[in-house]
């Protein structure tokens, strides 16, 4: 039996995403992003299951710039889970909700729900918290104040807590991706989920002194005819104007083309960094159909 780490408290759309890949192993909350690569860096666990983008607020940056800068870890595969976002109190306030004076939740998943939240709690301040899961924990803490919590119905069920408004989420095609670390490239258990393809993930950094470096960049990937389903720079955090570029590629890497890619590419005095070749799965099960025993 596996550990996997994931950003907790429960009921996280993290402990989703593992419940949905993991569904018979250990799960083990930990506190924070960084906190959950560290378990898989110093052997605690086998994997961790972090977010690294949301269809809405975009990367997940602490997640990127960790892995690269901190926790060389390497990319084992991927989750997209649907954010259905819920107002979540404490059933002290059921009969006067619509006057919560503060709203907890993770910054993603307030900002996920700007117009409902401007439309029925204008006057409600925000508090950020860690996760949407430790935001329902912290409501049902404290029943007698007047909070609410932005989370999901796995988070409601495990803090018993009750759902005043339901998807209250400002774009009904809301989805996040999860990543699965560890800290070698391993086969995966076979899961539940279902599998959509397989990707291969990047990291190039460019020669100062090479003009029209990205633009080459590009072609030797576009020659070959390989479709590229994200690209996206960070700062190499040593100067003003010094980047990397993160490229997923939509094929598991192979014998011939991305072999390629990568040595024309160092022959442009590029850096490449492989970050992982994995399949990748969607969660197609609602919230009761993937509550195992925990």
């Not at 503060?102 to 918290?129: G, M, N």
Request: glycine content about 4%; overall charge negative.
């Amino acid at each position: 039996m596996n550990k996997i780490a994931y950003l907790g408290p429960k009921g996280t759309f993290t402990e989703m995403a593992t419940i949905s890949v993991f569904p018979s192993d250990e799960r083990i909350p930990f506190r924070t992003i960084p906190d959950c690569m560290d378990a898989v860096s110093k052997n605690i666990v086998d994997f961790a299951v972090v977010p690294i983008e949301n269809t809405i607020e975009g990367s997940v940056n602490l997640t990127l710039d960790y892995l690269i800068h901190n926790q060389k870890l390497l990319i084992n595969g991927e989750i997209t889970v649907p954010i259905e976002q819920q107002l979540l109190i404490h059933s002290n306030n059921i009969k006067n909700w619509t006057a919560i004076k503060k709203v907890y939740s993770h910054p993603h998943a307030i900002a996920q729900c700007h117009k409902f939240l401007r439309s029925l709690l204008p006057d409600a301040e925000f508090e950020y918290t860690n996760s949407t899961g430790s935001a329902a924990d912290y409501v049902a803490q404290n029943p007698d104040q007047p909070i609410a919590a932005i989370a999901n119905e796995l988070a409601a069920k495990e803090y018993n807590l009750v759902v005043a408004e339901k998807n209250i989420h400002d774009y009904e095609n809301n989805h996040t991706r999860f990543v699965i670390l560890k800290n070698e490239s391993s086969s995966m258990p076979e899961s539940p989920s279902h599998y959509i393809g397989d990707k291969t993930t990047l990291m190039v950094t460019l020669p100062a002194d090479y003009p029209g470096a990205l633009h080459h960049v590009l072609s030797a990937f576009a020659w070959r005819k390989l479709n590229l389903s994200k690209i996206e720079s960070r700062p190499m955090k040593t100067g003003l104007g010094n980047y990397f570029f993160v490229i997923d590629v939509a094929m598991k890497m192979d014998e011939v083309l991305i072999p390629g890619v990568i040595a024309e590419l160092e022959a442009l005095k590029c850096q490449v960094t492989l970050l992982g070749s994995y399949p990748c799965y969607s969660l197609s099960k609602k919230v009761d159909e993937i509550r195992v025993e925990t």
